[in-house]
């Protein structure tokens, strides 16, 4: 069964204040979008990529991908345009593969130094027969559920994790639940993510083991964060899994 991955590099990511949109932002001369199809290619379990992008950044993502020789990989990477959300990127992409008969696999390339190791993981548990696998982490904070200011509750912190990409679907699954969700008038229901989707269809989703480097980019910390992690790990960081 083929492994297709749909990179989510449409949005702006005004959070960031970059003069371009986030996934183009370079990180120690390598965009984030660049940095991300590279671990899907070094994953070794990725037959092809699709890079999600806005319609007006076309030409800036041909050439910049083009450069960095990502278009003469070993392995497919196209490019496929998004839509004004992510969800309607994320439905574009998935309506771009021509059958169902594969895995696919929904990242932001805003999680520029997700591990190939983590995709592979990912990968393997949904080829291995789960319909939706996401990785998590356990989540360090304490949480409380707040209304207009005022704390409601304290969730249980060991029954919680942070969840990271890439999410692992079963395709034919995935897009039957796209189209519900596109076609639903349940105005109380919006998908914060993938795997949401699939838990609204009822579909049991799995859990892998997250990687603390598959952190989202969103904020200048965030970048600072990642500028000095490549400063001190770039060898290692596109390391391929044995």
């Excluded at 707040?146 to 079963?170: C, H, I, K, M, Y």
């Excluded at 949401?196 to 083991?209: A, F, I, K, N, P």
Aim: aromatic share 4%; charged share 20%.
């Amino acid at each position: 069964m083929r492994v297709i991955a749909l990179v989510a590099a449409a949005g702006q990511g005004t959070r960031l204040g970059a003069s371009v949109p986030k996934a183009f932002v370079p990180l120690r001369g390598r965009s984030l979008v660049e940095r991300s199809v590279t671990a899907m290619i070094f994953s070794q379990v990725v037959d092809e990529v699709i890079v999600l992008i806005s319609p007006d950044m076309e030409g800036y993502a041909r050439s910049l991908l083009g450069s960095a020789g990502l278009f003469e990989a070993e392995i497919p990477v196209r490019l496929v345009h998004g839509g004004g959300e992510r969800a309607d990127s994320v439905w574009a992409g998935l309506q771009a593969i021509p059958d169902d008969n594969a895995v696919v696999l929904i990242h932001d390339a805003a999680r520029a130094l997700t591990p190939p190791g983590m995709i592979a993981r990912v990968a393997g548990a949904v080829l291995s027969g789960s319909p939706a696998v996401i990785p998590v982490i356990p989540v360090v904070d304490t949480i409380k559920k707040v209304l207009n200011d005022a704390v409601l509750s304290t969730p249980e912190r060991s029954a919680l994790r942070a969840v990271q990409t890439p999410q692992g679907f079963d395709l034919a699954s995935l897009r039957e639940a796209n189209r519900a969700y596109f076609s639903s008038s349940d105005a109380g229901f919006v998908a914060t993510d993938d795997a949401s989707l699939m838990e609204w269809r009822g579909v049991d989703v799995r859990t892998v083991q997250g990687d603390p480097m598959a952190f989202k980019v969103t904020t200048p910390i965030d970048m600072m964060l990642a500028r000095t992690i490549t400063d001190e790990a770039e060898p290692t960081i596109f390391e391929v899994p044995s």
